[in-house]
């Protein structure tokens, strides 16, 4: 907390840094809910028009479609003709997570000024103003998530208490940090901690980025390959104006998810695409599918190619190249701190796609295709291997390419 303690601290003077902490942060909360359900309701309004311009249904089913896929995004999942969808569209939940930033850190520079000042907190007193702005902002969040329940009936039935607790957990895990940025408390307090700490984190981060990188171009790849296939799935389905927005939206929003089922597949562990199927670079395994774009990209069934047992060696690689980069941010000398930094780095990164991969999947329509997912405990296992030999080496390679620099630049 030196920064605090350094000067007294000013207090901003505007109307918006006025305003009274236990009404602006459970404001903020709702306004972030909003935010992010608008474009949803909009698309959906677009689809309801576009069908047959209006002409059947009202305004207000759309505007619940609207609801019901925020809740979605959120974990509710809902039912189709009595089959049940529960996989969370990781679109929409990067989307409403993304929006709940941007308006946490707004929160965060508005309420900036609350809170002791640098004497009081030189005298002991404790800085309450982030955990309670957190708090209401969660509040705010999550009581909108709640009404938003309101929008399921006994046909759609999503699971309203899950969506709300997604909600607010959320609202916590997001918005948190970013209330703390925004009121420049989060650089203080990373201050105080061992060089080690945001070292490895940054480590964790990197590798983490690229893995889902070199996932994302895996899944680019195999879809130019197979575009004809993917556009002929259009053709099949004949869809009419509203339908193809449909299928769009539908596509962009497991985008996400679909990265996450390629990562799976880069780390040996690879999916299923409904029950009794398996998608792996030493195995495929499939049966009928549902016709929708991004199953274009599956490889062919039957004994893969030879050529895609390499790709096992992918994740270590991009690993490896993760922690060295994140490495130049936070440079070390040490074969014993690059080593660590590397390796538990890579640890923690395999831990998040194991929670990604958990994520990821769920039912998406009735019969065998209620088990569409990636194989989560075995891409964990595989990813704490790869991750973390990659990072290991990544670790030392950095290293000695840091000490090879602190020799040459010494003076003789």
């Given at each position: 907390?030196?920064?605090?303690?350094s000067?007294?601290r000013?207090?901003?003077?505007d109307?918006?840094h006025?305003r009274?902490?236990w009404v602006a942060?459970?404001?903020?909360?709702v306004l972030?809910g909003?935010v992010a359900?608008l474009?949803?309701?909009?698309?959906?309004?677009?689809?309801?028009?576009?069908?047959?311009g209006g002409?059947h249904?009202?305004?207000?089913?759309?505007?619940?479609v609207?609801?019901l896929?925020?809740?979605?995004?959120?974990?509710?999942g809902?039912?189709?003709?009595?089959a049940?969808v529960?996989?969370?569209?990781?679109?929409?939940?990067?989307?409403?997570?993304?929006?709940v930033?941007?308006t946490?850190?707004?929160?965060?520079?508005?309420?900036?000024?609350?809170?002791?000042?640098?004497?009081?907190?030189a005298d002991g007193?404790?800085d309450w103003?982030?955990?309670l702005?957190?708090?209401?902002?969660?509040?705010?969040?999550?009581v909108?998530?709640?009404?938003?329940?309101?929008?399921g009936?006994a046909r759609?039935?999503?699971?309203?208490s899950r969506?709300?607790?997604v909600?607010?957990?959320?609202?916590v895990?997001?918005?948190g940090?970013?209330?703390a940025?925004g009121?420049g408390?989060?650089?203080?307090w990373v201050?105080?901690?061992?060089?080690?700490?945001p070292?490895t984190?940054a480590a964790a981060?990197a590798?983490?980025?690229?893995?889902?990188l070199?996932?994302?171009?895996l899944?680019?790849?195999?879809?130019?390959?197979?575009?004809?296939?993917?556009?002929?799935?259009?053709?099949q389905?004949g869809?009419?104006p509203?339908?193809?927005?449909?299928m769009?939206v539908a596509s962009?929003?497991?985008?996400p998810?679909?990265?996450?089922?390629s990562g799976s597949?880069?780390?040996?562990?690879?999916f299923?695409v409904?029950t009794?199927?398996?998608?792996?670079?030493m195995?495929?395994v499939l049966?009928?599918?549902p016709l929708?774009?991004?199953?274009?990209?599956?490889?062919?069934g039957g004994e893969?190619?030879?050529?895609?047992?390499?790709l096992l060696?992918?994740?270590?690689?991009?690993?490896?190249v993760?922690?060295?980069?994140a490495?130049?941010?936070h440079?070390?000398t040490?074969w014993?701190?690059?080593?660590l930094?590397g390796?538990?780095?890579?640890?923690?990164?395999?831990?998040a796609f194991?929670?990604?991969?958990?994520?990821?999947?769920?039912?998406?329509?009735?019969?065998?295709?209620?088990h569409?997912?990636?194989?989560?405990?075995s891409?964990?296992?595989?990813a704490?291997?790869?991750?973390?030999?990659?990072?290991?080496?990544?670790?030392?390679?950095?290293t000695?390419?840091?000490?090879?620099?602190a020799?040459?630049?010494?003076?003789?």
């Amino acid at each position: 907390m030196t920064s605090l303690l350094s000067a007294p601290r000013t207090r901003p003077v505007d109307a918006r840094h006025r305003r009274p902490l236990w009404v602006a942060a459970p404001v903020a909360g709702v306004l972030a809910g909003l935010v992010a359900l608008l474009p949803l309701v909009v698309v959906s309004l677009a689809g309801w028009y576009l069908a047959d311009g209006g002409g059947h249904g009202a305004p207000r089913d759309a505007l619940r479609v609207g609801a019901l896929a925020w809740l979605a995004a959120h974990g509710s999942g809902f039912h189709v003709q009595g089959a049940a969808v529960t996989v969370l569209p990781l679109g929409l939940t990067l989307w409403s997570g993304w929006v709940v930033w941007r308006t946490g850190h707004r929160l965060g520079d508005a309420v900036s000024g609350h809170g002791p000042d640098a004497d009081r907190i030189a005298d002991g007193e404790r800085d309450w103003t982030v955990p309670l702005a957190t708090l209401l902002f969660a509040g705010g969040y999550a009581v909108l998530g709640a009404l938003l329940t309101l929008a399921g009936d006994a046909r759609t039935a999503p699971d309203g208490s899950r969506a709300v607790l997604v909600a607010l957990t959320l609202a916590v895990l997001v918005g948190g940090p970013a209330i703390a940025t925004g009121s420049g408390r989060l650089p203080v307090w990373v201050a105080t901690l061992p060089e080690a700490v945001p070292a490895t984190a940054a480590a964790a981060v990197a590798v983490l980025r690229w893995h889902l990188l070199a996932a994302a171009t895996l899944l680019l790849v195999a879809l130019a390959l197979d575009w004809p296939s993917a556009a002929n799935v259009m053709s099949q389905l004949g869809t009419s104006p509203s339908g193809t927005l449909s299928m769009t939206v539908a596509s962009l929003v497991l985008l996400p998810n679909a990265v996450v089922f390629s990562g799976s597949y880069l780390l040996g562990a690879g999916f299923t695409v409904g029950t009794g199927t398996l998608v792996t670079p030493m195995a495929v395994v499939l049966g009928p599918l549902p016709l929708f774009p991004l199953l274009a990209a599956l490889p062919d069934g039957g004994e893969p190619a030879a050529w895609t047992a390499y790709l096992l060696g992918v994740p270590a690689v991009v690993a490896a190249v993760g922690v060295i980069r994140a490495q130049r941010r936070h440079p070390t000398t040490r074969w014993d701190q690059g080593a660590l930094r590397g390796c538990v780095g890579g640890a923690l990164a395999a831990l998040a796609f194991g929670l990604l991969a958990r994520l990821a999947g769920g039912a998406v329509g009735p019969g065998r295709m209620q088990h569409v997912a990636p194989f989560a405990s075995s891409a964990l296992v595989y990813a704490i291997a790869a991750f973390g030999i990659g990072g290991l080496v990544g670790g030392l390679l950095a290293t000695a390419w840091q000490r090879r620099r602190a020799r040459a630049s010494s003076p003789e």
